[in-house]
């Protein structure tokens, strides 16, 4: 059987990541489930869980402390490609992310850098307009709906992880 691959692909700073070390939980037509750990290791968080709804462009990851306390949420813009003669998902960093803190304060990021991808020629006008989109769709959602409560809901459902935020 052959493993799944999972790539991360930014256009600042330009890089391709292999995620595929990230355990894969749970996938169907509608999300990716993966845990991981950082790539990089860093003191405030020492591993996440995240759900990758393929139909919306959304990453939203649960972010965890050491003492394997929840911190926050952090949601990725992206685009998805997925080749299926290799098995392989291409997650392509729209730029704009949207943080939602334990108290519910919601962060938007990284607007300028997409405004300066978008100027430098890194993404096209398609790209700029999608990841655009694609925020709104999430912030809607964000403002209408417990988006911890409907995230832990997915995951524990379809993998029986389970996190008290």
Known sequence: MRMTKMYRIRYIPAET???????????????????????????DIAFGISCVFLDKGWK??????????????????????????NDSYYLYDLLTDVRVMADGRVEVLDLDELAAAFEE????NQQLTLSLKRSSSLLNF?????LPSHVLNIIREKTGWECKP
Request: proline content about 3%; overall charge negative.
């Open 17 to 43: 990541v292999d995620l595929s070390s990230d355990t894969l939980l749970y996938r169907d037509e509608k999300y990716l489930i993966t845990e991981w750990k950082p790539i990089k290791p860093r003191e």
């Open 60 to 85: 939203i990851s649960g972010i965890m402390g050491r003492d394997k306390t929840f911190k926050y949420w952090y949601c990725d813009i992206i685009d998805i490609d997925y080749h299926k003669e």
């Open 121 to 124: 020629g890194l993404i096209t």
């Open 142 to 146: 964000i403002y209408t709906l417990d």
